[in-house]
């Protein structure tokens, strides 16, 4: 069982950044992809980036791409999804996930292990 840890949402003006963390309780040797999504009220869970703890490969959704950044801290066991330039249109619930294969991509059930949520709110 893979636990997973978000933090780091808020409220933020349009324009201004966010530092979203999940913590987790896989060992950085597992050859998983750990990914974020969001949902905003009444819309689907949506893709937003995903990285493997091996290697580090990325993948984005071509929407957020030049704006949203994601990283991991194997020290730390951390993934980190750097926000910037954010938008009324990015207040959403943003979730982490974990998938356990080296795979990058962003079907989202395919993930097997899912965080909480953290609430992010742009305002305009």
């Known amino acids: 069982q893979v636990q997973l840890v978000e933090s780091g949402g808020g409220l933020v003006q349009a324009g201004g950044s966010l530092r979203l963390s999940c913590a987790t309780s896989?060992?950085?040797?597992?050859?998983?992809?750990m990914g974020w999504f969001r949902q905003a009220p009444g819309k689907e869970r949506e893709f937003v980036a995903a990285?493997?703890?091996?290697?580090?490969?990325?993948v984005y959704a071509d929407s957020l791409k030049g704006r949203f950044t994601i990283s991991r801290d194997n020290a730390k066991k951390t993934v980190i999804l750097q926000m910037n330039n954010l938008k009324p249109e990015d207040t959403a619930v943003y979730y982490c996930?974990?998938?356990?294969?080296?795979?990058?991509?962003?079907?989202?059930?395919?993930?097997?292990?899912w965080g909480q949520g953290t609430q992010v709110t742009v305002s305009s």
């Open positions: 996930a974990a998938e356990t294969s080296p795979s990058l991509h962003g079907i989202a059930r395919s993930y097997d292990y």
């Open positions: 990285i493997t703890w091996i290697g580090g490969a990325t």
């Open positions: 896989a060992r950085t040797s597992s050859r998983y992809t």
